[in-house]
């Protein structure tokens, strides 16, 4: 669905609000008050007490795990809510998102009847199987039930979690942006322009590869980034959102064509064949890259050093397509499910929702939110201490253009797969551009019948 004029102001107003001094106060969180009875200045006599409530263990699945800046953050909030909520159990259960596998963890559990009671996922075609097997449920009636915690969120941030039926699955915490990472002191130091135009980009890269250091981190397998940017910046907004069902877009072609012609100028590491996306980031906080293709949650991951000497910037328009140059990745691109198990399970259900208003009110995403440097998804919420490259990264965001879900929030899984494992043999010349696509195209049409 073409991005509107609507979405796209309602990104600003999110963004508006997170930048602007907030002198409004936070509206109080709802957790705490299930549970209360009587007056609680007033000791009640023993023969009147309360039995202990039953012990109740939930499991929590999510990508905050691994190097994730807001790993110990999320950690921290399922810790304070446990120490509140005694009687409730929870096992942390989290893999990277980095990792490829944790798609597979998550399929294989929703299908195998192992299914987490709150998991933290996508949203987006990745969530498509799981909510057509009726494995989550839609949360718009615990929302509507209690206005004071759906009033808490941004609407934008609620409208981008809107499933293609309308209802909403999943609850989000913060939202993201992706851009170009510059090393602004390698640029200086070197007497090279910052990367504003495509020309400018394929001069930065030729010359740093020169000198020996990496132009572009990025690794060939895990090409999530390079995918996403180079469609967009060729295909614009409305190109890259028409996905491969309808035939291939031309600009989709001249998008993969320019990472060749970067390939050929010696844009990326020696070893992109073989690392992952954990090893470019590395590369790029170690100070060996000068720019990287990556999200506003990779920022905390960067040496104190890097992280001072980084902006982020949009992605270069490619000459001859539909991009305008300010035309940006972000979003709200991940959130909690419920599962449909949980939801009917008498004993869990209290203790799941108690726990979800808890991850989602407003202290727990400025939490989140401070630590990864994504959009707080809550009102009236400001993260402490961001770094300059964060604040750019905002900026960046509201003088976008356009606003895009990556391309793997519109495909099936499998095809963006297909299309990451043709962008070595695309880069190399073993296949050309439409070769590559049209073999991600006949996935995608075979997943649709």
Known sequence: MKKTAFTFLSVIVVMTMFLAACGNSTKPSNEGKQGSTGNVNQEAPKETEQPKQEEVKLRVFSTFGGTDAAREAFAGALDAFQKANPHIKIENDVMSANDDGFRTKVNTDMTS???????????????????????????????????????????????????????????????????????????????????????????????????????????????????????????GAEGQNKGLVDGIEPNWEKGLAAMKELYE??????????????????????????????????????????????????????????????????????????????????????ATVLLLKHLTSQDTIKAIATANGGTPAAQGVEPDGLPQAALDGFKMVGEAVSISMPIDSKVTPETFNTIRANIQPILTGEKTPAEGLGAAREIELANKK
Request: charged share 20%; proline share 5%; hydrophobic share 40%.
């Open 265 to 350: 100028l010696g844009a990326f590491p020696q070893d992109a064949a073989t690392i992952d996306l954990s090893m470019a980031g590395n590369y790029y906080s170690e100070g060996l890259a000068a720019m990287i293709l990556e999200g506003s949650w990779a920022i905390g991951g960067w040496k104190d050093e890097t992280k001072a000497n980084t902006t982020v910037l949009p992605f270069p328009a490619i000459p001859g397509g539909a991009g305008t140059g300010k035309d940006v990745v972000g979003g709200f691109g991940t959130g909690f499910y419920m599962s449909t198990a949980t939801y009917e399970n008498a004993q869990k259900k209290d």
């Open 113 to 235: 009847g192992n299914e987490p009671d709150l998991l933290f996922y996508f949203i987006g075609a990745d969530a498509n199987e799981m909510i057509n097997a009726g494995k989550v449920v839609a949360l718009d009636e615990l929302l509507d039930a209690d206005q004071e915690w759906k009033n808490g969120f941004a609407p934008a941030a609620l409208n981008f979690a809107r499933h293609t039926d309308g209802k909403i699955y999943s609850i989000p915490m913060t939202g993201f942006y992706e851009g170009l990472f510059v090393n602004k002191a390698l640029f200086e130091q070197h007497g090279v322009e910052l990367p504003t135009d495509w020309e400018k980009l394929k001069t930065a890269v030729k010359t740093f590869s020169e000198k020996g250091i990496i132009p572009l981190s990025g690794p060939f397998d895990q090409s999530h980034y390079l995918i996403e940017h180079f469609v967009l910046a060729a295909a």
